[in-house]
């Protein structure tokens, strides 16, 4: 019983996440989606953006435009030399997450978000990217909530 209980309350946080965090879109079975919930979302990008050098904009322009087209290979490699221009780019980490996480790879963009938060531990889509796959991929509903928690606490 203790598990499904783990289950049903890791859910119910994850809800919590997707309201206070801005995370993404629940994926849509055709996987299209990559665009963010809320305003709150887009405007912690543009934010992140304004602290971009001229390469790193330009990089991230093409990679959008990529992103957008649904070309995501090309999309992960230019987030993958914004990366290599600065590798704390929280905006390039956070879009690669997304994409694989679009894609189906979640154990990649899980792999991504926990580089995200090596580099910086205080990136709230990185804490929910981890956590849902944690709890729905991994089966591992303690460690989720602690992210979950996470992406919460740094939005305080």
């Known amino acids: 019983m203790t598990g499904r209980f783990s289950i049903s309350l890791a859910s119910v946080v994850c809800a919590a996440v997707l ?23 887009v405007v912690k990008i543009d934010t992140a953006r304004q602290k971009m050098n001229g390469k790193e904009n330009e990089l991230f322009k093409i990679a959008a435009k990529y992103q957008k087209r649904l070309m995501f290979t090309q999309a992960i490699q230019a987030y993958d030399s914004m990366l290599t221009l600065d ?64 992406c919460v606490a740094s939005q305080i």
Do not use: W
């Open 19 to 41: 309201q206070s965090c801005g995370g993404n879109k629940p994926v849509p079975k055709n996987g299209t989606t990559t665009q963010p919930a809320n305003t709150t979302s």
């Open 87 to 150: 590798p704390q780019n929280q905006v390039a980490f956070d879009n690669i997450a997304t994409i694989y996480y679009t894609l189906g790879q979640k154990d990649s963009a899980a792999a991504v978000a926990e580089r995200a938060l090596r580099a910086n531990s205080t990136d709230y889509l990185a804490h929910y990217y981890v956590g849902m796959v944690d709890l729905y991929y991994r089966n591992n509903a303690r460690k989720a909530i602690v992210e979950f928690s996470s």
